[in-house]
């Protein structure tokens, strides 16, 4: 099976070969768009994801075998012109969220964790929309892009550092209660229980 890189290249002399590219990703792509603007204004960024990445492929960095994130990332600048309307559909998810108790455990604490759009992502879609449109693009990239720290910053254009601290400042934005949880534990763990421990001894 050809890498992506191979196709890319391919397409260079051969343009129809690139329908292989949209044949691969565009499910995945169409998804994510999908889910951050709507279907209908999904449909359109799917194919404006497609059309732009045809005619900059020769800019493709061919160190990558796979054009996901480079895909994500034409994707997310596409999003941005719709950024009124995914706040919209953000808000309206968290209104329509079910009024179960939500327990966190810390969110987004751990590399392997993902947010998932149909319970999770109701909870926290109105914070989500509060999020400056780079923290947001970096988080979704992350959560629904199910992309790694270095694919998200390939997808963005940024260094990874930048990708971390993006994503340390949503991780707050998303959990504010956190760091109250955090600082509890630490004086849990702190004199207040040795004491009473030395007290029983």
Do not use: C
Request: proline share 2%; hydrophobic share 40%; net charge neutral.
């Amino acid at each position: 099976m050809s890498t992506d890189r191979e196709i890319i290249q391919r397409s260079l002399d051969q343009p129809q070969a690139f329908a292989e590219l949209f044949d691969r990703h565009a499910a995945t792509i169409g998804g994510y768009a999908a889910r951050r603007v709507g279907q209908d204004a999904g449909e359109d960024v799917l194919s404006e994801t497609f059309l732009v990445a045809f005619s900059r492929r020769r800019a493709f960095d061919a160190e990558w075998e796979t054009a996901l994130p480079w895909l994500y990332g034409i994707a997310s600048r596409l999003i941005r012109k719709h950024r009124a309307r995914e706040a919209q559909l953000l808000r309206a998810a968290g209104h329509a969220k079910t009024r179960e108790d939500h327990v966190s455990d810390g969110g987004l604490d751990t590399a392997g964790e993902r947010l998932d759009a149909q319970s999770g992502a109701r909870i926290l879609a109105p914070r989500i929309a509060r999020l400056a449109a780079r923290d947001r693009d970096t988080l979704l990239l992350y959560a629904w892009g199910d992309l790694s720290y270095e694919e998200v910053a390939q997808a963005l254009g940024v260094p990874v550092g930048t990708v971390r601290s993006r994503m340390n400042r949503a991780r707050r934005l998303l959990d504010p209660d956190r760091v109250a949880r955090s600082q509890r534990a630490r004086q849990d763990e702190g004199g207040e229980i040795d004491g009473q421990v030395a007290a029983r001894a």
